[in-house]
Each structure stands twice: as C-alpha cells, then as structure tokens.
C-alpha cells in the first residue's frame, strides 16, 4: 500500500503547520484559555477562508471533497497547537452527521453555513447512565400537531456554549434513535457551560419540553443510531490523529530539555536511562501515528472493520499517550507541572482524550466484541 501524501496534502500539512506555529503561541492559549467562547472566532473566521471548514463537505454543497486522511492531516497540526476552535463538533461531527442523515434540503441549506463559518454546531448526545453505549438514549421526542416535543438530559456537549444550532438524539415514540436540530436559545432548553480539561468548553443541557417544528428532524425520521455509530468511528479517527500531535509536541520538547538542562555538569540526554526513555516515547509515538493513520483508512469500511480499526486505534493511542505525557512530564522534573511551560496543557489535553467517546478500557471490549470474541465486563 502506497502511504505517500499526494501533492495537495502535502500542502495542506505545510499549510497547517505553518498556520498552527505562527498563531498558536503560549500567549495565545493563556488568552483563549479565560475567553467565555473557549476560543477565537477570528480565527474560526480564517479558517473559514483557508478552506478547513469546507475540507470533508461534498463539492456538491460548497465543500471540497476531502476524506479522512485530509482531516487526520489537519487534526494532526490541531494538535500540536492545542487548537480549541470548535472543528470537531462542527466539522467532523456535526457536517458528517447531516451529510450520513439530513434531506437534499437540509444539505443544502446547512453544509454552506458550516463552510463558510457562519454556523457553529454542537451533538447532544451522551447521557449520565449511557457512559460510552451510543446506543443508550433515555432523551425522548414525542410528535405533536405542531411538529415535537423533546424532554430529556445531556451531558458533556462540546462547544455547546457556542454553537447556533445543536444537533439532539432522542427516541420516538416507536423506539427509533432520530436526530433534530435544536436553537441553542430554544424555549425550555437549560445549559450549564463549563471548561473543558485542556481547552474549550463544553455543556450540560436539559431539555423540558422543547418544541421543534416538523421540520427539525433529519431525513426522514428512520433510526439514526448507524449514522451516529459510523459519524463517532471517524471522529475517534480525527481525535487519534490530534493525540499524535500533542504527543510528538511532548516528544520534541522534553528532547529538547534534556539536552540543555545539565546535571553535575553534563546534559541529561547524555545519561543512557534516559536516552532509553526518550526512545519509549519516541516508539509509542510512531505506534500511535500507525494506528491513527489505519482508523483514518478504514473510516469508510463496513461498520465492523471499521469500528475495530477505530476502537482499536482508540484504545491504542490511549494507552500511548498517557505514557509520552507522564514520561514529559517526569523529565521535566517540577517545571513540568507549572505554569510557565506548555507541558502541563498538553498532558491534561491527552487525559481528556483518553476518556472522549470511551476510554481505552471500553475500547479494547468493543474491539473484540466486534471480532466475535467473548470479553469480560
């Protein structure tokens, strides 16, 4: 299997990385980092204009046609700058799961809004008994003459501070998973925002009686939870390749520590303990590089390869992550810890990975589940 970037993502990294390094500065994150929004809708504006908003819509609806790898490319930049913009919840997530659900209308009246930056989308779907079972939705939709009723909880919404419009899952009255999109300042809607660990916010909402129109359900009201499935399997996929950012982040400055930072007068990196460490992190960085890069692939599969190519990559990178975070930071001896350097940001940012759309516990039982194996609870 030939791996090589094509020309035009090799642009799109060099682009991105170029973007991510001259905007995302230490000084920057400590700013967005008290910002109500949770980021920068300048340069969510900018992104709009470098074309990142419209990158995996279909040209169709004034998008550019880009897959997966384009994504994990962008997500990868993401990463090493801690971008807190809200393109997971709106891009990857959000514009998939219109595409997977929504009419010919509903496509065309809401994938330009998400490309040209002027639509902010949040999914409402997990719940506080569900933990990581996508298939577990308590929140309910009943039909009534003027269109539906939804009563229900969320919780961890991301970006739900900031989007216009939310996308909710609720069950109807036949017991089908459907998806409706929801105003953010709708009547009977309550949210409690808050920070998330390691940038952006997320919220809780409860839903008391919502009243959509008819219109606010996708397509034709027919079982969501497929979509919802396949549209989480490529956000894992875009999340792992985010994870290989922040860790190659961790890798290149705790190298770079240890060879200025000096002990009874030599270098760190001259002591073969810690060279061997440094080699560690440097091998769990390409493994979950390979693993991010086969959910990436596999992201339009049939629904069992992919999702283990997901949940194993998931599970995976999870693991590899919290070992190059905590080895950063023990290198960095207490400086790790403070606030004067990045490494602390980057750590908690990989904690809240480990634990976003399942840990890696849950991880490794769904992946062998799906292959037909029995797995212990």
């Not at 809607?189 to 660990?197: A, I």
């Not at 400055?253 to 002591?271: C, D, H, M, V």
């Not at 997901?310 to 992550?321: D, H, N, P």
Request: include cysteine; glycine fraction near 10%; charge should be neutral.
């Amino acid at each position: 299997m030939d791996l090589t970037l094509s020309d035009e993502q090799r642009l799109l990294r060099e682009s991105a990385d170029r973007f991510i390094s001259d905007t995302y500065t230490a000084d920057h994150r400590r700013k967005i980092a008290s910002d109500p929004l949770g980021f920068s809708a300048d340069i969510w504006k900018q992104f709009a204009d470098l074309g990142w908003l419209a990158l995996p819509i279909s040209e169709t609806y004034g998008g550019l046609g880009g897959g997966a790898i384009e994504i994990g490319i962008l997500m990868e930049a993401f990463g090493r700058g801690l971008v807190s913009e809200p393109y997971l919840s709106t891009v990857v997530i959000g514009a998939s799961l219109i595409s997977e659900c929504g009419t010919d209308a509903q496509k065309h009246e809401l994938l330009p809004k998400i490309a040209d930056g002027s639509l902010i989308l949040a999914f409402a779907h997990s719940e506080r008994q569900a933990r990581f079972d996508l298939s577990d939705v308590k929140t309910t939709a009943k039909k009534t003459p003027d269109g539906w009723r939804l009563d229900g909880q969320k919780t961890a919404v991301l970006d739900g501070n900031a989007a216009g419009q939310i996308i909710v899952s609720a069950r109807d009255d036949g017991g089908k998973i459907g998806l409706f999109l929801m105003p953010r300042g709708a009547t009977g809607l309550t949210s409690r925002d808050y920070p998330r660990l390691g940038g952006g916010r997320a919220s809780n909402l409860d839903l008391n009686g919502v009243q959509l129109p008819a219109e606010a359900v996708f397509g034709d009201g027919s079982d969501a939870l497929p979509a919802i499935e396949a549209v989480v399997d490529r956000a894992m996929a875009a999340l792992g390749a985010e994870a290989v950012g922040i860790m190659q982040t961790l890798l290149d400055q705790t190298l770079e520590y240890t060879k200025i930072r000096k002990q009874f007068g030599r270098p760190l990196s001259a002591n073969q303990v810690i060279r061997h460490r440094l080699a560690d992190m440097a091998m769990q960085c390409d493994e979950a590089r390979s693993m991010a890069l086969r959910a990436a692939l596999m992201a339009d599969a049939e629904p069992v390869a992919r999702g283990r190519a997901a949940s194993g990559a998931k599970a995976k990178i999870g693991k590899c992550a919290r070992f190059v975070a905590e080895q950063s930071v023990q290198l960095h001896g207490a400086m790790g810890v403070t606030e004067e350097l990045d490494i602390g940001s980057y750590f908690k940012r990989l904690l809240a990975f480990d634990t976003l759309f399942g840990n890696s516990g849950h991880h490794y039982r769904r992946h062998a589940a799906l292959g037909g194996r029995a797995v212990q609870a």
